[in-house]
């Protein structure tokens, strides 16, 4: 109740209100007005779009890039122990720091590895934030979130029992058999945890945002949560940014919804 009821509450109380930093004095309920201000707003559909963009995009990447990748640390190879810490790394570097380094380090026009090996291509270097933001940031956060993925379904195939694949091998199993028939429908609940946890997690992205297109050129990378940060600290509309919070916590539910559902019937399939 402290720690989420309460906060959502107030959030609620100051969608109904009207609230401006600059006029602190001036305040009073104004009803739904707030959410009919965004409703009327292009610039909050757009938002919208960019976030369940940036959602699907990097849901995609990950849960096929941490898929295939669980295959592959699943099998017996020296320096396994070491590959699979290196390769859960990125999960631990802080959201800003990971938007930098690939800012300045990877994909800066000037002074990046990308435009180093432009270059010694003989290609043009390519502005990567400026000519593909969405796709720039999309890179970023699966860059970050796959070995979130790659975890937990390498935790769900430990479950699976080896004897089963070599079984399957003699029965005369190729290796794409054995993917499709047995690892797949074996990590279907796992699957869908992670599509449910990923999915709630992403849809608060902001600091990779904030630290390397800061929503733009534009809107093109302007998602509901930085719209909210744009509402509340550059127009100073605590109401609106609070209405925007109502919103996304509604979008946060809706997906959920759909995503436990689909747990669920994947549950009930495997108790049958």
Do not use: C
Not at 54 to 62: E, K, M, P
Not at 115 to 131: H, K, R, T
Not at 190 to 207: H, N
Not at 247 to 254: K, S
């Amino acid at each position: 109740m402290l720690w989420t009821q309460i906060p959502f509450a107030l959030t609620i109380y100051f969608s109904l209100r009207r609230f401006n930093l600059l006029n602190p004095e001036r305040q009073g309920f104004v009803g739904l007005t707030n959410f009919a201000s965004l409703l009327s707003d292009p610039v909050f559909w757009t938002a919208i779009l960019n976030t369940l963009v940036l959602v699907g995009s990097v849901l995609l990447i990950t849960v096929v890039l941490g898929l295939l990748l669980a295959v592959l640390f699943y099998q017996d190879f020296p320096g396994r122990s070491l590959a699979r810490t290196l390769i859960i790394s990125p999960f631990f570097v802080m959201p800003v720091v990971s938007a930098l380094i690939w800012k300045n380090m990877l994909m800066h026009p000037v002074h990046g590895i990308f435009a180093w090996i432009a270059q010694s291509l003989g290609q043009e270097p390519i502005d990567w934030l400026a000519a593909y933001p969405m796709q720039s940031i999309v890179i970023m956060v699966a860059w970050q979130w796959t070995p979130f993925a790659l975890l937990l379904i390498l935790t769900g195939l430990q479950s699976l029992s080896k004897e089963q694949l070599e079984a399957a091998k003699i029965d005369g199993a190729n290796p794409w058999q054995e993917f499709r028939y047995i690892i797949v429908p074996h990590l279907a609940q796992t699957l869908s945890v992670v599509v449910m946890l990923e999915t709630i997690f992403l849809l608060t992205i902001f600091a990779e945002i904030y630290a390397s297109t800061s929503g733009g050129p534009g809107l093109a990378t302007t998602t509901l949560p930085y719209l909210i940060y744009l509402k509340a600290f550059g127009e100073y509309r605590i109401g609106a940014a609070a209405a925007g919070a109502v919103f996304a916590v509604i979008l946060a539910n809706i997906v959920a919804i759909f995503v436990l559902r689909m747990i669920g019937r994947n549950l009930q399939g495997g108790r049958t």
